[in-house]
């Protein structure tokens, strides 16, 4: 059923990376869509990248999600995890301080994904004003740290200090070595 949809994703991977051709995003974009539409799990991911990128293509993070979703519901792991990527940030966006405080954890750790403490930081910021007790405390330990954000150990204290307040033992002991 799928025919050329193989050839044609690894065309689209050829002008997407610039192997043996001159790079190319919007081929890669024309043949990892020619391959999508004839279902092959591995373009419709593909073509998730380059639309919740915005590489190659506007980005469109709902068109993102459809295509991940059609290649999760073939099994393919990548697209399931992007997929929880971007139903996260959904909720996150939507003031789902639980979501903020995992899509925190996420980059902070590298969780699945490219570490990066400056979205860790935004994202643990969002769920401590809101009281999320680990959001706090991590946001202490960046601050007492320097990690995605300049060293303060006042502001350090500070985020401990709200954590410990509602009993998060990590941040009563920082607190106890700060002083």
Do not use: C
């Not at 954890?105 to 680990?134: C, P, R, S, T």
């Not at 303060?152 to 998060?168: E, I, L, R, T």
């Amino acid at each position: 059923q799928q025919g050329f949809a193989p050839a044609q994703n690894s065309l689209g991977f050829m002008f997407d990376k610039g192997e043996g051709v001159l790079q190319d995003k919007q081929k890669a974009f024309y043949w990892y869509e020619k391959a999508a539409t004839q279902g092959l799990a591995k373009a419709q991911n593909n073509l998730g990248n380059m639309y919740y990128s915005g590489d190659g293509v506007s980005q469109n993070k709902q068109k993102a999600f459809y295509w991940y979703e059609k290649a999760a519901k073939q099994g393919l792991a990548k697209a399931q995890l992007y997929l929880k990527i971007i139903t996260l940030e959904r909720e996150a966006i939507g003031g789902n301080v639980t979501a903020q405080y995992n899509l925190g954890l996420m980059y902070y750790e590298g969780q699945e994904i490219e570490q990066d403490y400056e979205k860790a930081f935004f994202w643990f910021e969002k769920a401590a004003v809101h009281k999320n007790i680990y959001a706090q405390f991590y946001l202490g330990w960046m601050y007492d740290n320097g990690k995605g954000v300049s060293a303060d150990k006042q502001k350090a204290f500070y985020w401990y200090k709200k954590a410990a307040a509602q009993g998060n033992e990590r941040a009563k002991k920082r607190l106890s070595d700060l002083r």
